[in-house]
């Protein structure tokens, strides 16, 4: 029944790393998207994607880059890990229209060592 | 640029007490207006949409076009109210929704 799911939940992993997380939604959206939250608890967009079309937000690293297999799933790969990049990455779905709902998943907490 | 203020990153009342959760936007186009709420060990939801023009849980919030606010109200704080409430804006590229930094609502019994 889960709408929006993210795998893992907890990253642990050192400097210098590659990892990914992944998200699924079976909700038939047409949008997905993810989220940093840092510390301080600030959301920020980083990137939407929809119909294979991705909007960057040009704030992000080039390390990070999100991948798309299907409509259902949104995946977030980001290489040479740095300690700035601790923090909860948070998956998201909507319907096209900007007045719609988005659905989170769960969130996964990273953390670089 | 688009931006959304929450002034107040904490905002402890008494059960009971009305609560006022301020934001303010900038936004050179129609703005979409969002409250999100994350409880405790929860995912983050939709509390409201301005578009709606509803109450959920007793809260509302008016958008004021004048004062480029969207306040988030309620007349009668309860404890099941503590949260972390995120006010957001809705661009029209991609759908992104642009966060305030968020304000803790403590509800103290």
């Known amino acids: 029944d889960t709408a929006v799911s993210q795998t893992p939940k907890y990253l642990v992993t050192q400097m210098g790393n590659d990892k990914s997380i992944k998200c699924e939604q079976n909700l038939g959206h047409d949008t997905m998207y993810w989220y940093k939250q840092d510390s301080k608890k600030f959301l920020k967009i980083m990137f939407s994607y929809n119909n294979k079309e991705l909007i960057i937000n040009e704030t992000v690293p080039n390390r990070f880059s999100p991948k798309s297999p299907d409509k259902a799933h949104l995946n977030l790969h980001i290489n040479s890990l740095e300690l700035g990049d601790s923090a909860v990455y948070f998956c998201a779905s909507s319907l096209l229209t900007r007045t719609d709902e988005q659905y989170f998943g769960p969130g996964t907490r990273l953390t670089v060592t | 640029a688009q931006r959304v203020t929450q002034p107040e990153k904490l905002l402890s009342v008494f059960k009971g007490a009305p609560v006022e959760l301020k934001c303010n936007y900038s936004?050179?186009?129609?703005?979409?207006l969002f409250w999100y709420v994350q409880y405790s060990r929860q995912r983050l939801q939709l509390l409201l949409r301005h578009i709606s023009r509803e109450s959920i849980k007793g809260f509302t919030a008016d958008l004021n076009k004048g004062e480029t606010s969207f306040h988030l109200k309620k007349p009668f704080a309860q404890e099941e109210d503590s949260a972390m409430y995120y006010c957001a804006l809705g661009d029209n590229a991609g759908n992104m929704l642009t966060f305030g930094g968020g304000t803790r609502l403590m509800v103290k019994p």
């Open positions: 936004y050179s186009g129609s703005p979409e």
